[in-house]
């Protein structure tokens, strides 16, 4: 995904502190040539050994556990805040 230079935030603080304020990730994995998107809650845990970790919990009907394996690439998107900004007509001129 191309992000603008202005646009991209790598400070870890930052990222964190916006995670924790939108904890609803969508996971995207692929398995068997196909895509699969799951929107999970998950929770920034860092453990005693400075390490940081996304902890999350899957059903057991969710057939994700399954598909998914240690090592896998996935990605994960966290979205911020929604709105929608209805456009406005100018008056035509009389």
Known sequence: MHIP???KETNPSILHQFIRENPLGTLLTSHSNSLDADH????????????IVLQSHIAKA?????TCSDGQEV???????NAYIVPVRKPSNP
């Open 5 to 7: 230079p202005k646009f």
């Open 40 to 51: 999970i809650p998950f929770h920034l845990h860092h453990s005693g050994d400075g390490q």
């Open 62 to 66: 969710n057939t994700l556990w399954k």
């Open 75 to 81: 990605l994960l998107i966290f979205h911020g805040p």
